[in-house]
C-alpha cells in the first residue's frame, strides 16, 4: 500500500490486525517437484545426463499444465566476465489476452558438490506451483513465461542467453525471480528494480506472508552474490527477487538436501507469487516510472512500500521533530540539573556505550581464545548472541552503578528525559549519515525518529508517567523495525561470512548488536526508569554477573560445527605437464589439517604456487600443500593444435573433447599476451589472458584467435587447463577421495589438468590416485 506520512504511524500501530487469506498453493506439489530435482535426480551441472534429466522433467510437467514449451539451445556468453557456456533454456508461454508477458524466473542447474534442494529446486518448484494455478486463472489479462534458466551456477550464463531470445526481451514486461541461499524461513524480498515502485505496491498489498525490506538491497549490493535477477535488470525489466535465506548453512554444499528444506518455506514463497501474480492480472505491466520505493513489512502479516517523495518528507519531518523534541527536553533538564550536570551525564553515557561495545567485543575474542577453533559460535550463534546481551547488559548496568560514586550535586535526574536527551542526537545523527550513505535502509533510523520526535515533542518533558508511556510506544515502533531484523542479519552474517576467506572479525557480532541496541535500549531504559531506587541494586548486579557467567559458559560449550552446520573445506588438485606428481592443496577458515586414512603425507602451511597457471593458488586463511602421485588421466584431450602467420602477427586453433561432462575448459595465453581477436571472449586475470568454456558439448569445442604481433613460436607457451569438480574414479556422487572427512565438514574440490597443446598426448595413462 502507498502511504502519507500522516497515516505512516497509524499503520504500524494497527498492523497485526491486517493479515490476508492465504492462497491455494499446494505444497506437497511443490514437495514432490524438488524431491524429484533434488532426490531421485540430484545434483544437475549444467552439460550432464541429470542436468537433461530434470530439464525433461519440467518441460513435462509445464506441458501438463497447458504451457507452449521451448528450449532455447545457445552458446551463452558474459565477455565482463571471459566465460561461455552451451546452455539450454527451458521457455514456456501460456498466452493471455494481451501479447505482454509476466514472467516467473528460476534456475534448475545446481552445482556439482551439492544435491541443489535449496539452490534451486526451491525456486523451479515454486515456480511450477505457481505456473499451474495461474493456468487455471480465469481471463487472463497478461501472457505467462515459465522461465527457467541454465548455468545459472557458472556466471548467470543461462540468463545472459535468455535476453538475448527475441520473444523473451520483446515481451516480458515484469517478472519474479525465486532463489535460495538456505533452505528456510524466512522468504523476504530483498531485491527490486529498475523503478521499482509501482511493481513493489504489488508485494505490498498483494502479498499474503509479506517478508522483506529495501534494506537488504543496501546489504546484498555490498556482498559477493549475484543472480540471473542481475541480468534482466540491466535489460531494463522491471521484477521481483525472492530469496530463502534461512538456515544458510547448506548453501552450495552436500547438505542442501530435499529433507533440510522447509516446508514454510516453500508456502510462504509460493503463497506469495500467486498472490502477487493474481493483482497483475488486474494491473498494467507495461506502465513505467522512475519511482525508487522504500518497502518493509510489520511482523510478516503487511507489507508497505512508499515513493521517493513520501520517503523525503518522512526524512525531514523526522529531523525537524528530532531535533525540536531534543531541544525541548534538553532545556527542560538543564533547567532542573544545570548545565554541568547535563555534561556530565552526556560524558557518562558515552563512557558507557564505548564500554558496552568494548566489553562485548573483547568477550567474543576472549571466547575465540578459550577455544581450538576461530569460529567457535558457527554452529550455535544464539549462544554467542545471548552472551554479547549479558555482557553488554552486565556493563552498563556497572557503569550506572558506580556513577553512586560521584558528589551529591553532581548526580542528575532519574527521569525518561534523561534517555532522550542523550539518544536523539545519535538518532538524528545516524539518520542523516544513512540517508546519504544507504538510503534503501534509512527508514530504519526515519521512523522511529519520526515517532519519537512527535511523540516526545507533544508530551510535557516534566510528566514523567506520560514520557515512560511515549517511551513505550516508541519501544514498540523501534523493536517492531529491529528486533526481528536484527536477529534474522545476526544469522545470515555467520553464514555468509562462512563464504568469505577471511577469520570473521571479533568485532562484527558486537557491532550489529550494539547498534540494534541503540535503537532499542533508550526507549526500553526511558519506559521503566523510576525516580526511586532499587530496593536491593546488589540482587540486580549478583543476577546480571550470573547471567554474564552462565551464557559465556553455555557459548563455551557449544559444539563449533556439526553435521548439520559443518565446516567448509576446500581441496584443490593440480596436475602440471610433464610433472611426475600432482599437487595438493586443503584450506579453510580454521587451523589444521583433520585428513583420514590414506591421504598423502608430507603436508606443509601454506600454499604452493602453480607455474603453469596464475590462479592455482587457495584464497583461504589456513592453507596445507603437500605432493602426490599424478592425478587419474585428464577428463578432456587436446585433438588439435595449429598457428599460422597472419600478416604482421599470427593466429592459433585449439581443439578440445571432452571425455566427460560438466567440465570448465580454460585457454591460457603466456604473461603479457592478448589476442586481437577470439571467437570465445576473455579477461585477463592476474596477468595472464584467459578463456573460459563451461560444459563443452561431447563434440568438442575449437577456440579460434588471432594476434597483431605475436609469433606461433611464442604462442606455444599457451596452456589449456581442465577442471572438473570431481576426481575420476573417487567413490561416491561427489567423486571425491575417501580420506576427505566428511562427518562435521563438506568440502568443494576443484581437480585441474593442465595441458600443453603443443606437445604430443602421452603415450599411456597413468593409474588413478585413490
Known sequence: MRLRPAVLL??????????????????????????????????????TDANARARAYIIDQLRIFGYQVRVQESDASRPELGRTARVANIIAVLPGARQEAFGLLSHYDSRGDTPGAGDNAFGVAVSLEAARLIAALPDRQWATYVLVTDAEEEGLLGAAALMTDPQVSGRL???????????????????????????????????????????????????????????????????????????????????????????????????????????????????????????????????????????????????????????RITRFLIREEGVGTWLLGLVWMILAVVLTVAAMIAAAAALRAAREVY?????????????????????AWMVARFGRWL???????????????????????????????????????????????????????????????????????????????????????VAVFARLPIITPVYVYPA?????????????????????????????????????????????????????QPLRRYARAIQEPGASESIWKVGSLEPGLDLGPGAPGGWTPGDRDVQSIP?????????????????????????????????????????????????????????????????????????????????PPPEGIAWEASFASETPDALKATRVAITSSGLPGAPGWQRIPVWLPQERMVWNGWFTWVLDPSAPPPLEPVPPLR
Open 10 to 47: 497509524l499503520c504500524l500501530a494497527f498492523a497485526a490486525g491486517c493479515s490476508r487469506e492465504p492462497e491455494v498453493f499446494s505444497i506437497r506439489n511443490a514437495r514432490a517437484h524438488v524431491d524429484m530435482l533434488a532426490g531421485t535426480i540430484g545434483s544437475r551441472p549444467t552439460g
Open 173 to 327: 514486461s515484469a517478472y519474479i525471480n525465486i532463489e535460495s541461499t538456505g533452505s528456510g524461513n524466512p522468504v523476504p524480498l530483498f531485491e527490486t528494480g529498475p523503478g521499482n515502485g509501482w511493481l513493489v505496491s504489488h508485494w505490498a498489498k498483494g502479498g499474503t506472508h509479506p517478508r522483506g525490506g529495501s534494506y537488504a538491497i543496501e546489504i546484498y549490493q555490498r556482498l559477493p552474490n549475484d543472480t540471473d535477477f542481475s541480468i534482466l535488470e540491466r535489460h531494463e525489466v522491471p521484477g521481483l527477487n525472492f530469496a530463502a535465506v534461512g538456515d544458510s548453512y547448506t548453501y552450495h554444499t552436500a547438505r542442501d538436501t530435499p529433507e533440510r528444506l522447509s516446508p514454510r518455506a516453500l508456502r510462504d514463497a509460493g503463497e506469495n507469487v500467486i498472490a502477487i501474480v493474481k493483482r497483475l492480472q488486474h494491473a498494467d505491466i507495461t506502465a513505467r516510472d522512475e519511482r525508487t520505493a522504500t518497502y518493509f513489512d510489520i511482523g510478516g502479516t503487511v507489507g508497505i512500500s512508499y515513493g521517493a517523495g513520501v520517503a523525503w518528507v518522512t526524512s525531514a519531518l523526522a529531523v525537524i521533530l528530532g531535533v525540536l523534541a531534543w531541544s
Open 375 to 395: 569460529h567457535p559460535w558457527y554452529a550455535r550463534p544464539d549462544r554467542l548472541f545471548l552472551m554479547l546481551v549479558a555482557v553488554g547488559t552486565a556493563v
Open 407 to 493: 558528589p551529591a550535586r553532581a548526580k542528575g535526574l532519574r527521569h525518561p528525559a534523561v534517555a532522550w536527551t542523550y539518544t536523539l542526537p545519535a538518532w538524528i545523527l545516524l539518520t542523516l549519515f544513512m540517508l546519504w550513505a544507504a538510503p534503501s535502509a534509512a527508514y530504519l533510523w526515519v521512523l522511529p525518529l519520526l515517532t519519537a520526535g512527535a511523540l516526545l515533542l507533544i508530551s510535557p518533558p516534566s510528566n514523567g508517567p506520560v514520557l515512560r508511556i511515549a517511551s513505550l510506544l516508541i519501544l514498540a515502533v523501534s523493536a517492531t523495525f529491529w528486533l526481528r531484523d536484527t536477529v534474522d542479519i545476526l544469522h545470515f552474517v
Open 512 to 564: 550489529v548488536i550494539a547498534v540494534a541496541g541503540l535503537m532499542i535500549a533508550p526507549a526500553l531504559f526511558a519506559a521503566v526508569v523510576r525516580q526511586q531506587r532499587l530496593v536491593r541494586p546488589s540482587l540486580a548486579t549478583g543476577l546480571v554477573l550470573a547471567a554474564v557467567a552462565l551464557t559465556w559458559l553455555f557459548a563455551w560449550l557449544a559444539p563449533a560445527y556439526t553435521y548439520e
Open 615 to 695: 590462479w592455482g593458488r587457495l584464497a583461504q586463511p589456513f592453507v596445507f600443500s603437500t605432493t602426490a602421485p599424478p592425478l587419474p588421466p585428464s577428463p578432456a584431450s587436446v585433438t588439435g593444435f595449429a598457428t599460422a602467420p597472419l600478416g604482421s602477427g599470427s593466429s592459433v586453433t585449439i581443439s578440445v573433447v571432452p571425455k566427460e561432462a560438466a567440465l570448465s575448459v580454460s585457454f591460457v595465453l603466456p604473461a603479457g599476451i592478448t589476442p586481437t581477436s577470439s571467437n570465445f571472449p576473455g579477461v585477463v586475470r592476474l596477468g595472464r589472458w584467459t578463456a573460459t568454456f563451461y560444459a
